[in-house]
């Protein structure tokens, strides 16, 4: 009788055994295929992660002050130009996925009725206009705090467009695709009076509504002017304060934000900055933003290493349990093995026999696990990985990865891991049947007797 046959009968008839090493196996086998899932899973999520999530730095002016005669006076405002901006994003490498600048300003129109601050009057009548080149990476969307209702966002290529927030709307029965005229103007004080500082109106420019945002929960102090009430604050495109001639075109005088595909280059980038001697580094603060990458690479690196350890420990009590209950199986088969050297069979036919019945256990119970695993993994995958990239606040910068199941199996991976598991349960059949291997035919039939 060939050893495969002899391998189905003896497993046929001794199912109990048959079942011990079938629970071994699925049990070892499941656990090594999600430890092993989840490390190559933590790793490919890290990648995607980084990409998504992103990272920034941002360059920031500040105002010198200046001591002179015991007296304190403001410097000159710091600026930052459009040739400087060019050589940031060359030194970044193609690391820059976007970025955005700000001006500042103020506009009226007759079209317009301000929401009513402290100290409003007819010349004080007057929003806030922060000028930007992509409306969604500035800081109040990205993190949430003000929401698009209705209509786009800025783009780079918009011309007198402007954003409203949906009260000052209201106010005036405006919606998108409105067209209003604005005019320059600017805020100060005398006397205790709001007054603007161009009473005299010579520029004007058409802007259509774009778009309407909610601005719930920005909180205005008592004293805020009307200018300085979060509802009368404008969005507009970076041309339109140079229209109204209250910036200069190619210079900026707000924080320029510069966001980056990989928080692991941050630091490197930071340095290639600081060595840009077109920008006044006396004057400007270079500051960084991993959107928490940080925080969410420790929780994956402590999944790596959590998977790491329990792929040790389960290979170690995996192979020590199956080498004991094999070597009391196969030494209680010294009399099956000393009836098959009686008839003439070969010592590595009958340690085959017991290595295929062990292999054809493995085996079934290794698909039996990675059919389960291939089910399980989905909703695991959710409960791991499914919140990291919560609460970020880039979902605006993000390219995708949405829904991307990192534990599923992966069949190069797992074919691999069952060569590793036969070939380790080969070596353990063989140490186990090192009594057969030791004694010669002739002792085998006297232990029999």
């Not at 606040?393 to 060569?419: C, D, F, K, R």
Request: hydrophobic share 45%; charged share 20%; proline share 2%.
């Amino acid at each position: 009788m060939h050893m495969y046959k002899r391998a189905v009968l003896y497993l046929a008839r001794k199912k109990g055994k048959a079942a011990l090493l079938f629970l071994i196996f699925f049990l070892v086998s499941a656990l090594l295929l999600v430890c092993f899932s989840v490390l190559n899973g933590t790793g490919q999520a890290a990648k995607e992660l980084r990409s998504n999530i992103g990272a920034a730095f941002y360059i920031r002016p500040y105002q010198e002050m200046i001591f002179e005669g015991g007296a304190v006076s403001e410097g000159t405002t710091p600026i930052i130009s459009q040739k400087s901006i060019d050589e940031v994003v060359d030194a970044a490498g193609g690391q820059v996925k976007a970025y955005n600048t700000e001006h500042y300003g103020y506009a009226k129109s007759e079209q317009l009725h301000f929401l009513p601050g402290a100290g409003d009057s007819e010349a004080s009548n007057m929003g806030q206009v922060t000028a930007v080149r992509d409306s969604q990476l500035t800081d109040v969307f990205l993190n949430e705090e003000y929401t698009l209702l209705a209509g786009r966002h800025i783009q780079p290529e918009d011309e007198n467009k402007i954003l409203i927030s949906a009260e000052l709307a209201a106010e005036n029965s405006l919606e998108v695709g409105d067209v209003l005229t604005l005019t320059h103007a600017g805020l100060d004080q005398q006397d205790g009076v709001y007054i603007d500082t161009i009473p005299e109106k010579t520029v004007f420019a058409e802007v259509e509504i774009v778009g309407i945002f909610q601005c719930d929960g920005a909180a205005d102090s008592a004293d805020s002017p009307t200018a300085g009430k979060a509802t009368n604050h404008i969005y507009s495109d970076s041309h339109l304060l140079i229209n109204l001639q209250e910036q200069q075109e190619g210079v900026f005088e707000g924080e320029i934000a510069f966001y980056i595909a990989d928080p692991l280059e941050l630091d490197t980038l930071l340095e290639r900055v600081e060595a840009i001697d077109s920008i006044d580094w006396d004057n400007h603060i270079l500051r960084e933003n991993d959107f928490q990458y940080e925080q969410i690479a420790g929780q994956l690196q402590n999944l790596q290493n959590l998977a790491v350890a329990l792929i040790a420990l389960a290979a170690t009590l995996g192979i020590v349990i199956l080498m004991l209950i094999l070597m009391v199986q196969i030494r209680g088969r010294i009399r099956e093995a000393g009836i098959y050297l009686s008839v003439g069979k070969p010592k590595m036919e009958i340690i085959g026999q017991f290595g295929l019945e062990a292999w054809g256990l493995l085996i079934v119970g290794f698909l039996s696990a990675f059919l389960l695993w291939l089910f399980c993994s989905g909703p695991v995958n959710g409960l791991l990985f499914g919140t990291l990239a919560q609460g970020t606040g880039t979902a605006a910068l993000q390219t995708g990865g949405g829904g991307v199941n990192y534990l599923q199996p992966n069949l190069l991976n797992s074919g691999v891991l069952l060569a590793g598991e036969l070939a380790a349960v080969l070596l353990t059949v063989l140490v186990a049947s090192g009594a057969i291997l030791r004694l010669k035919p002739k002792e085998i039939l006297t232990k029999m007797s």
